[in-house]
């Protein structure tokens, strides 16, 4: 614990002409922290986990917070008295000790619709993040969840397809997406890109994927990617009589770049496009609503968001970005695999998973989710499953993470002894085979291993597959996994 | 060639066994059954024909699997596929569908390209099916 902070939950607003005098006070003391305050159903809620400086209050600390990210400014200013300041002060309400984390508080502050522009992410996360995290009080300050009222979440499109409709237009039903991210992510030419695609998606796999930095490169220029992925799409359509899709990457240096490479994906066909989280807020919700407008699925792959997501001090939690994303309007969202290669604790990415799929999310501290949220039947959007993940793992990816997702075998797929069809054949039965004996009732995850023996019976790229990756796990602690004391009882 | 439509495509055809456990599996769920049949198995052919309207108030998968040989008498040379319905606010659409029986021989599709410019191809799907009328194929 620290020791020099002592937490003066008691500190009251100065009111009246005082509150006015020029000169620096303390944020708790000009109204950024309201101990009695009761969140209204339209407020924005944010709920922060701070690590004040040695000696910082840590009330004063998530005052300061809610002031930097609405009205304040360090020192008093007059300018205050020319507006309704009190209803566009954020403020601080509750702050807990963190539970077995000395040093550290959950804050919560309440935020009045009226400081946000609608349906506008940039604007959301310009005053939310915009401007605390580098604060000099704090030694770090995470950004753990959001809650949006409904009058907020329906300024948004949402996803521009969602789960649903996806699965219609794809006409598959009943069972998770199978994909494969093209291997090498870097060097193939056009024409050896297509061959990838084409053996992956003729051997079962529903999807095929640019990697996050496939743009346009000395080795592959768009237009070559493009025009190769098509003739595999098609060609893999017209062997299996199932409809395919590649996500084409249009992530480009502007949006005119942009737009135009996402033109060229609809005249040749494809259904689906792809971002990265890189491009900007704006530029995700330019795509979304290209998206909608053309009928166009939207992948997003959440490159860079590690850099900022994973450590539990600071940064924002990956379940935040998940909602703005939600609303911004994408419709797969890369959100953890749980037993692949990269971070995730199983109830985090539950409770990424949740925040996706569901149209309500009840609180839920073992899930990492502090809020109820109701998300008033925005689209759902699909998470995929990508890193480290093979055929052997299907029983777990299924308990873990369900039917409506998108599982990734990339090098699970490429990387297979006898080639990439076998590759992508050995993943559909065992996915196929796995979805048959759970519908059928049988304690699956128990007996994984054996479905997946008797189903090698019949297949012998799956036999190989369980043979060349048997023993391959990641079995890491997680640097992000939740906290909470189970007997806490929180709301709101 | 073999269509990979629909969720166990890949595995060897379903018992009526196996079909009966999915069939009871959608029910448990409250999901309405239905079977669909047709000639016409391209990729993007939604609207098979029904065979009667989804069981909407069938509890029992036996019920569903008699209609299943009913529908096998008459159209057991085509495609036949079962679609389940989740009316559930927020999916009201389909949640699981699979196909139940195929033709002896399936002949596949043929890819025309058609040549544009700036290297654009487009692309047009056929089954060789239906290069015969409806009705008439796969006799």
């Not at chain 1, 403020?91 to 804050?107: I, L």
């Not at chain 1, 992948?299 to 609303?327: D, E, P």
């Not at chain 2, 969720?7 to 769920?29: E, G, H, N």
């Amino acid at each position: 614990m620290n020791e020099h902070a002592k937490m003066d939950t008691a500190a009251k607003a100065v009111t009246g002409k005082d509150r006015y005098k020029s000169g620096v006070m303390e944020y708790r003391r000009m109204g950024y922290w309201v101990a009695d305050y009761v969140p209204k159903d339209t407020d924005i809620i944010a709920m922060f986990r701070i690590t004040p400086q040695d000696g910082v209050d840590p009330v004063e600390a998530a005052a300061a917070v809610a002031g930097e990210s609405s009205t304040a400014t360090w020192t008093v200013v007059w300018t205050d008295r020319l507006t309704a300041s009190e209803k566009y002060r954020a403020k601080a309400y509750r702050v807990d000790p963190v539970p077995n984390a000395p040093g550290q508080y959950f804050a919560y502050i309440a935020y009045d619709l009226d400081l946000f522009e609608p349906g506008s992410i940039s604007n959301l996360t310009a005053s939310i993040i915009g401007n605390v995290f580098g604060f000099k009080p704090l030694k770090s300050l995470r950004l753990e969840d959001m809650r949006f009222p409904v009058a907020y979440v329906k300024t948004f499109q949402g996803p521009a397809t969602g789960i649903v409709v996806e699965r219609e237009r794809l006409d598959k039903f009943g069972r998770p997406l199978l994909g494969a991210t093209v291997k090498p992510k870097l060097g193939l030419s056009g024409r050896n890109y297509g061959r990838v695609v084409y053996e992956a998606l003729k051997g079962g796999l529903d999807f095929t994927k640019d990697d996050e930095n496939i743009n346009s490169q000395p080795f592959m220029h768009w237009r070559e990617r493009f025009l190769y992925c098509m003739e595999a799409v098609n060609r893999a359509q017209a062997a299996t009589g199932e409809i395919k899709g590649t996500y084409l990457n249009i992530t480009a240096a502007t949006m005119e770049d942009m737009y135009e490479r996402a033109e060229f994906a609809k005249e040749l066909g494809s259904t689906i496009v792809m971002i990265d989280l890189v491009i900007g807020y704006t530029a995700i919700q330019s795509m979304a609503k290209w998206a909608r407008r053309n009928d166009m699925i939207l992948h997003l792959h959440r490159a860079g968001h590690g850099s900022y997501t994973r450590q539990k001090t600071h940064g924002i939690s990956f379940r935040v970005i998940a909602k703005w994303m939600r609303l911004a309007g994408v419709d797969h969202i890369h959100a953890g695999t749980v037993v692949g290669k990269l971070e995730g604790d199983p109830n985090q990415t539950r409770g990424y998973y949740d925040i996706c799929r569901e149209d309500y999310n009840p609180l839920n501290l073992q899930h990492g989710i502090f809020f109820d949220q109701h998300w008033a039947s925005l689209n759902k959007l699909m998470p995929v499953a990508s890193g480290g993940i093979h055929a052997g793992q299907m029983h777990q990816l299924i308990h873990y993470l369900g039917e409506d997702c998108v599982l990734q075998f990339g090098g699970g797929t490429i990387g297979h002894p006898q080639g990439i069809q076998a590759g992508a054949t050995a993943n559909r039965v065992a996915l196929e085979a796995m979805i048959l004996a759970r519908n059928e009732g049988r304690d699956y995850l128990a007996e994984g291993p054996k479905i997946l023996a008797d189903a090698a019976k019949t297949c012998l790229p799956l036999r190989q597959a369980l043979d060349t990756w048997k023993d391959v796990t990641f079995d890491y602690a997680s640097t992000d996994a939740p906290d909470f004391v189970p007997s806490v009882s929180v709301s709101n | 060639m073999r269509i990979t439509q629909g969720a166990f495509s890949f595995l060897p055809d379903l018992t009526d066994k196996q079909i009966q456990a999915q069939v009871q599996y959608c029910l448990d769920k409250g999901w309405a059954v239905n079977f669909e049949y047709t000639d016409d198995p391209h990729p993007r052919n939604v609207y098979w024909e029904m065979w009667g309207m989804p069981m909407f108030d069938l509890k029992d998968a036996k019920g569903a699997m008699m209609e299943l040989a009913e529908c096998r008498k008459q159209h057991g040379d085509v495609y036949i596929r079962l679609s389940a319905f989740d009316s559930s606010h927020g999916w009201e659409s389909v949640r699981l569908s699979f196909i139940v029986n195929r033709p002896a021989h399936e002949h596949g599709f043929k890819l025309a390209r058609s040549e544009k410019s700036g290297r654009r191809i487009g692309y047009t799907t056929t089954s060789y099916a239906t290069r015969e009328p409806e009705g008439q194929r796969y006799k």
